[in-house]
């Protein structure tokens, strides 16, 4: 599936638990954790297009990412697939979730199966603090080994 791909690659996520610290309401933060959601890929805001050919348009719809206090991650990224013949359009949840801790401003993220064992999958994520983001670089293999770079914003 894409979004595994994805996050082998860098990773995205979905919205969890977790409290922030703040040095002061609406400043910056002084811990990754809290609730974030994509707000520009490339520079350019949502529905973002992935690949696209001739009879398939993939799109990211929405993305979400939560870091909790207790080291977890997870993550929601929706899709949009739409298939020219026939007009179809489907709409393409795709989760997963972890681990994480913080080195520096870099996030090193570990997915995790149910039962807590690692996948093998891991990826790393920027963070500021000063503007309350994530952000990291995805290489789409389907696209000809583009890079995206995904903005998240802490919400």
Same mark, same amino acid.
């Given at each position: %599936?894409?979004? *595994?791909?994805?996050?082998?690659?860098?990773?995205?996520?979905?919205?969890?638990?977790? +409290?922030?610290?703040?040095?002061?309401?609406?400043? =910056?933060?002084?811990?990754?954790?809290?609730?974030?959601?994509?707000?520009?890929?490339?520079?350019?805001?949502? =529905?973002?297009?992935?690949?696209?050919?001739?009879?398939?348009?993939?799109?990211?719809?929405?993305?979400?990412?939560?870091?909790?206090?207790?080291?977890?991650? +997870?993550? %929601?990224?929706?899709? *949009? @697939?739409?298939?020219?013949?026939?007009?179809?359009?489907?709409?393409? =949840?795709?989760? +997963?979730?972890?681990?994480?801790?913080?080195?520096?401003?870099?996030?090193?993220?570990?997915? *995790?199966?149910?039962?807590?064992?690692?996948?093998?999958?891991?990826? @790393?994520?920027?963070?500021?603090?000063?503007?309350? @983001?994530?952000?990291?670089?995805?290489?789409?293999? +389907?696209? !000809?080994?583009?890079?995206?770079?995904?903005?998240?914003?802490? !919400?």
């Amino acid at each position: %599936m894409l979004g *595994r791909a994805i996050l082998c690659a860098a990773v995205t996520w979905i919205a969890a638990c977790g +409290s922030d610290s703040t040095t002061n309401p609406g400043g =910056p933060s002084t811990s990754p954790v809290g609730n974030y959601a994509i707000s520009t890929v490339n520079g350019k805001g949502l =529905p973002f297009t992935v690949f696209t050919t001739p009879f398939v348009l993939y799109e990211v719809t929405a993305g979400t990412i939560g870091l909790t206090t207790d080291g977890k991650y +997870s993550l %929601m990224t929706t899709y *949009r @697939q739409t298939i020219s013949a026939g007009n179809i359009v489907e709409m393409i =949840p795709d989760s +997963s979730g972890g681990t994480w801790v913080l080195s520096g401003t870099t996030i090193n993220l570990t997915e *995790r199966d149910s039962t807590g064992a690692a996948d093998g999958a891991s990826g @790393q994520i920027t963070w500021s603090g000063t503007t309350n @983001q994530l952000t990291f670089a995805i290489v789409n293999d +389907s696209a !000809k080994n583009t890079i995206n770079t995904f903005v998240y914003t802490k !919400k």
